[in-house]
T-cell receptor
């Protein structure tokens, strides 16, 4: 069964600290993996997109990694800011038009 | 910056009524999607649309749902005979192509409340 599992479910960190969010997937065939940031009540906003051959991709303070062999991805946030408080969603495309969303990690950044 | 626009932002309807959710994708995009997010749950794929026809749909997208692009601009999701469990945020998204490195742009969503 195609699934995307994210951990932790929620995370609280202090402003300025780093954190890493995890995503494991069982989607097959694999097309690409995306990380999105979703503020409460808003639509998801794309952070990174990685294909099978890409191991790392950065977007400012966000760095995503992908291990296609173990089917794991991580999103590392450096020097967190209060505005980073949001849900971070891992999305895997398995070919065709269908996409599988993870449940997200809810990140709270405290001053 | 171009964006996907959804209207209305919030729709309240009585159970059994029909609703139409509207989306204006980014103008040069060719692939369109609807997603649903029940409060507190994950985003779920509903349907994809390309070249004026449905490309793929999930098991959620049953005969109660339909999509169309009536005028080459708007992309609509119709929900017939709404049920309480249809209450959710509905997101529209568009892409230039569904290729590997293409970004999907999401609208801000329509919050549908069925009472």
């Amino acid at each position: 069964k195609n699934q995307v599992e994210q951990s932790p479910q929620s995370l609280i960190i202090l402003e300025g600290k780093n954190c890493t969010l995890q995503c494991n997937y069982t989607v097959s065939p694999f097309s690409n993996l995306r990380w999105y940031k979703q503020d409460t009540g808003r639509g998801p906003v794309s952070l990174t997109i990685m294909t099978f051959s890409e191991n790392t991709k950065s977007n400012g303070r966000y760095t995503a990694t992908l291990d296609a062999d173990t089917k794991q991805s991580s999103l590392h946030i450096t020097a967190s800011q209060l505005s980073d408080s949001a849900s971070y969603i891992c999305v895997v495309s398995g070919g065709g038009f269908k996409t599988i969303f993870g449940a997200g990690t809810r990140l709270f950044v405290k001053a | 910056e171009p964006e996907v626009t959804q209207t209305p932002s919030h729709q309240v309807t009585q159970m059994g009524q029909e609703v139409i959710l509207r989306c204006v994708p980014i103008s040069n995009h060719l692939y369109f999607y609807w997603y649903r997010q029940i409060l507190g749950q994950k985003v779920e794929f509903l349907v994809s649309f390309y070249n004026n026809e449905i490309s793929e749909k999930s098991e959620i997208f049953d005969d109660q749902f339909s999509v169309e692009r009536p005028d080459g601009s708007n992309f609509t999701l119709k929900i017939r005979s709404t049920k309480l469990e249809d209450s959710a945020m509905y997101f529209c998204a568009s892409m230039i192509t569904p290729d590997l490195n293409t970004e999907a742009f999401f609208g801000q969503g329509t919050r549908l409340t069925v009472v």
